[in-house]
């Protein structure tokens, strides 16, 4: 009898193969628990902020597609482009309003905000 599996595999797969998601399960379980949120986690919250993330990563890479798109067909995203899709987008804005993208100025109206209403 053949069996279609190798010698020493595994059956059993990936919380991420499982979830069919690309961002690592694993990595973000760790973080959590690394985080002191050990004892409070459910065996599904790593997967269900997994992805989660990948949703928001998907979303801004998306946002920053369709910005380089409206600034002439450019190839790469660049930090540039990604913080001109989160300040494009008002739930982006929002959501990544105290996250800073490296090599990228803030622009002018955000830094008086800024001002204003603190860091």
Request: proline content about 5%; aromatic content about 2%.
């Amino acid at each position: 009898m053949q069996t279609s599996r190798r010698r020493g595999a595994s059956s059993r797969s990936s919380p991420t193969s499982r979830a069919q998601l690309t961002l690592s399960v694993s990595l973000v379980e760790h973080h959590l628990r690394e985080g002191g949120h050990g004892p409070r986690l459910s065996e599904k919250a790593p997967i269900f902020l997994t992805a989660i993330l990948e949703f928001l990563v998907s979303s801004l890479l998306e946002q920053a597609r369709d910005e380089a798109q409206r600034q002439g067909a450019q190839r790469l995203i660049t930090p540039q482009l990604l913080e001109a899709a989160v300040y494009s987008n008002a739930l982006l804005g929002q959501l990544l309003q105290s996250v800073t993208i490296s090599q990228v100025a803030l622009p002018e109206a955000h830094r008086s905000r800024q001002g204003r209403n603190g860091p």
